[in-house]
């Protein structure tokens, strides 16, 4: 489109302005030698940028605007508000002591920074928090994608007995249910008298669709503002490209090809090369991923590919959390990935990279909470 543009614009000085700016200011023998140099002179510009544009096409895009949106689950300003009140509101767990919030911090990294999150009297799950940041452009989540979009998602940890541990979906329900300005919420919103978890997980995930964060440098510079990244950072981008993370770290996402419809998952083995030192050290061979989910052995240590957008906030790494730093991470994943050993150097510039797709947070205001009935409380766990 752009190129389109500027050759139409080109076409339009040619005609309009250049010849007349000849023939006024060379003396008319001059004229059409002159005029054979500057046309060729700006056609040679106009070719020259267009090759450049073809040569900058990269295997990844801008994030866009708007994240995929269920046609079943359309995004009002009230529906995103009582998500983000359900998403705060630790009373959506047994004992009311952990909300989504606990292990997916919104005013943070949208995780927990740990290994392994805490959840219902502090105990640990085996698997370490993603950021919620961006997850509308998963196509499915989780981190060996059991669940196809971000409503299915949400209904989990509500009933996961480690984390918000209600005994089932029924008794979420009936505990909202008993806070009167929830359920004149839910009748606005919705516009039933009963509410129902399904409603509660597209409030939820509604409100994580808000959760998105544009204008990193680097979408900045691949909207071109070259000056976006600085020289190493952009460096690093050419590293990744050249090493081939990009065969996985894909799209706009980092994570999957951009076709790639909602539901279905963009799975890689992890670790593929089992021969060196960090196997053991980090303990990568314990998760098998996705085999046991499918009962599928062919399917053992395949996992979804995770993002690389906020990665430089969301230590420590891989499913198990089991890497402090991003710079070993990226060491590791070209071992254990690519069986490549990265210089000094090149760890340095990838990490630069990575470090430019930390994308600008919205503000997160905490809403109020409806209060429980006068003279009760709603927790019974
Ligand atoms: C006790 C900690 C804990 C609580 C509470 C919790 N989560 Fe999570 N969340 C996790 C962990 C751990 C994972 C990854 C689990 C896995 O992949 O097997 C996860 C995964 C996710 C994902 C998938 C992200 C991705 O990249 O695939 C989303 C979205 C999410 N949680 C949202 C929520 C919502 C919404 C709530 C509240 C209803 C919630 N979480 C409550 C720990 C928690
Ligand atoms: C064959 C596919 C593949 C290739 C190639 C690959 N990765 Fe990964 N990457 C993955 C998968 C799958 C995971 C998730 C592993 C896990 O923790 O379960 C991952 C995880 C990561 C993480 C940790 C993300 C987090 O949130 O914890 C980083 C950082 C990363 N990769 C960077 C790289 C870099 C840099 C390269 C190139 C040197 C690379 N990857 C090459 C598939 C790949």
Redesign the pocket.
Known sequence: MESLFLFAVLLELEKEFLSSFIRIHFNFYCFSFWEAIVRTWIWVLFFSQSLLATEMKLPWSALPKTPPIPKNNPMTPEKVYLGRQLFLDPRLSKDGTVSCNSCHNVMASGGDNRAFSAGINGKLGG??A??VWNSAFHTVQF?DGRAASLEEQAKGPLTNPIEMAMDNPQAVVDRIAKIPGYVSQFKKVFGDTTITIDEVAKAIAAYERTLMTPNSPFDRYIRGDKKAMSPQAVRGMN??IE???????TGRNF?APDDLPMGEGF??????FIDNEYVAKYK?LE?K?RGPLTKDEGNDY???????RN?AL????????A?KT?DE???V??KV??N?E?TVNQVAD?VEF?KALTGERPKQQMPELPPDPPGMTTIDG
Do not use: E
Request: hydrophobic share 45%; aromatic share 16%.
């Open positions: 698997r370490s993603p950021t981190w590293t990744v090493v081939g993370c990009v065969s996985c770290h994570n799975y890689q083995k992890f670790p593929t990568l998760d991923g395949f996992f979804r590919v995770p993002t690389w990665v969301t230590a420590p790494y891989f499913s198990n959390g890497i991003l991470a990226v060491r994943m070209a990935q690519l490549k990265l990838i990575l």
